[in-house]
């Protein structure tokens, strides 16, 4: 995570593991860094239609965070693929309740709880 002055700056690290893309999370997804979370999320989703999103270590979600992860959701229906949010912290799980968004996505404790859930495909 990067600190510009007393900002904690978003970080997105993307991995390929079993086939299945991870994109980890950290520090705040709002309107100043939505934008590069749409872009790391599309291109995550142009090269693979599984996606699991860590979020352990993100600290807080705006509205336009949701609004990135609800477009990429769809775009991933649209191709037969799927997106799991996994190890969200509480007060960003509370976002997603308080959004009524924890109903529409899959949300795991963990990647081993997500694995199971993840539709497997030939």
């Known amino acids: 995570m990067l600190l510009n ?3 904690i700056i978003m970080k997105i690290t993307v ?3 079993q086939g ?3 994109m980890a999370i950290s520090g ?3 309107s100043s860094n939505s ?3 749409e872009s790391a999320l599309y291109k995550a989703i142009n090269e693979n239609s599984r996606i699991i999103m ?6 807080y979600i705006s509205s336009s965070g ?3 992860l609800l477009a990429g959701k769809k775009m ?8 799991i949010l996994i190890s969200l912290q509480p007060v960003v799980r509370d976002v997603f309740e308080i959004a009524g968004l924890g109903r529409l996505f899959l949300i795991r404790k963990s990647w081993e709880d997500a694995l199971p859930a993840m539709k497997f495909r030939p």
């Open 5 to 7: 002055g007393n900002l």
């Open 15 to 17: 991995k390929d593991i």
């Open 20 to 22: 299945i893309c991870l």
């Open 28 to 30: 705040r997804i709002d």
């Open 35 to 37: 934008v590069d979370l």
């Open 54 to 59: 860590d979020l352990a270590d993100a600290e």
């Open 66 to 68: 949701l609004r990135v």
């Open 76 to 83: 991933l229906k649209e191709r037969d693929g799927e997106m």
